[in-house]
């Protein structure tokens, strides 16, 4: 049994990393800017509308495992792929990008991003946080490898060709992959959930459908709180390499931040994942929402000093509580409203990046653009990251 389920999470974990590149953005953006001579906002609008249509592949994802197999969904995605990162070696205007790299390339993340958590986690219903975080953990660590890649690769045959050996590879690995994510059979006997600080949705008797979750006061406080931990999040994600420059950094220490962020982001999934397991939901929230506060708090004293050693420990606090977003709203999602509607219900759970996207890294972009700092940018990522402190007290036990 154990070999059993190791297949699919191995092959999960791979996909997971893959994906991940969709945080990368930064790596891609400044060879546009320098051919097309776009700015900092515009180039930013790209990386917003992957994680938007990022948030609506997942829905969509939901909708079609309803019907139809993982298998499916996967050689959906791997399709989307092979046309976004085709089209995206291919543009000359910003419509283009957007269009291509941002709706087919985030779309396509989505879709297997739904379906890859959503089947992996029925084979582990007693380490979902655990499982839930190594997946993730892949996730956020596929920026940094798949990013120095496309990095190196940039460097050696430029944008276009890059793009295009990714139309090639990323559909391939998928359908690969897809051949071993697959759920368990019904008669498969898996290990009990067990019993502690999280519980389980089950245990409290909750299935509930779609529209049952959105009326509960829960979703709403969480999905909030998610929202803005998000933002938060990728506001740096989406700009440490140009924030870091701006206090005296060379090309290669930016790159080295965008790689710790990556890094301790991967981690922070991991260990909020065995903090949900061993402690729940209300602890999990405390230390999410605690570690953004405090590298808000060092961004500023960094960036306003010109300290590149301080804004190094901000970037790997940043990471750690971002990481604790993603196994957060999975594990929450299984835990207050059941297993039987999870797909759906998570994708919905997971369009609070659109908001996050929408905040973060396009308010970050115009206030650099307008007034040539990132200070602005941290203060208020600060306030809101205070104000939503208060939600998880609000949030009740299923």
């Not at 307008?370 to 104000?387: E, H, K, N, Q």
Request: hydrophobic residues 50%; aromatic residues 14%; charged residues 10%.
């Amino acid at each position: 049994m154990k070999l059993k389920r190791t297949a699919p999470l191995l092959a999960g974990a791979l996909v997971y990393l893959f994906i991940g590149l969709i945080y990368a953005w930064s790596i891609f953006a400044p060879s546009l800017e320098a051919e097309f001579g776009w700015n900092r906002t515009q180039t930013s609008v790209a990386f917003t509308v992957s994680m938007s249509c990022f948030c609506l592949g997942s829905v969509l994802s939901g909708f079609i495992q309803k019907k139809r197999s993982p298998k499916t969904v996967f050689i959906l995605s791997a399709l989307l792929f092979a046309i976004g990162f085709f089209g995206a070696s291919r543009v000359s205007s910003l419509l283009g990008l957007y269009v291509s790299y941002g709706v087919f390339c985030g779309l396509g993340v989505g879709i297997s991003y739904n379906a890859d958590i959503s089947t992996v986690t029925r084979w582990y219903p007693d380490k979902t946080g655990m499982v839930s975080g190594i997946l993730l953990m892949c996730f956020g660590l596929g920026s940094m490898i798949l990013g120095s890649l496309a990095s190196s690769l940039i460097s050696s045959i430029g944008w276009r060709k890059t793009f295009t050996l990714f139309a090639i590879v990323f559909p391939a690995l998928i359908l690969l992959c897809s051949f071993w994510i697959r759920p368990p059979e019904a008669d498969t006997v898996l290990p009990e959930a067990k019993k502690s600080a999280a519980g389980t949705g089950s245990e409290a008797g909750l299935e509930l459908s779609p529209l049952q979750m959105l009326r509960r006061k829960s979703f709403w406080f969480f999905f909030i709180w998610a929202s803005v931990l998000s933002a938060a999040g990728l506001a740096i994600i989406g700009h440490v390499g140009t924030c870091i420059t701006d206090i005296g950094a060379t090309v290669a220490l930016a790159t080295l931040a965008s790689g710790i962020v990556s890094v301790f982001n991967g981690l922070g999934r991991i260990v909020v994942g065995l903090i949900f397991d061993k402690f729940g939901r209300r602890v999990s929230m405390i230390y999410g929402n605690l570690t953004m506060l405090a590298a808000f708090v060092i961004f500023i004293i960094s960036y306003g000093a010109g300290s590149i050693p301080l804004f190094f420990i901000a970037a790997i606090i940043l990471g750690l509580g971002y990481g604790s977003v993603p196994p957060m709203s999975s594990a929450f999602v299984s835990l207050f409203y059941g297993k039987k509607n999870y797909p759906l219900n998570f994708s919905i759970m997971n369009l609070n990046i659109i908001p996050a996207s929408i905040l973060g890294p396009l308010m970050g972009g115009a206030i650099q653009t307008a007034t040539g700092s990132y200070t602005g940018l941290f203060i208020i990522m600060l306030a809101l990251s205070s104000l939503v402190f208060v939600l998880q007290f609000f949030i009740k036990k299923p």
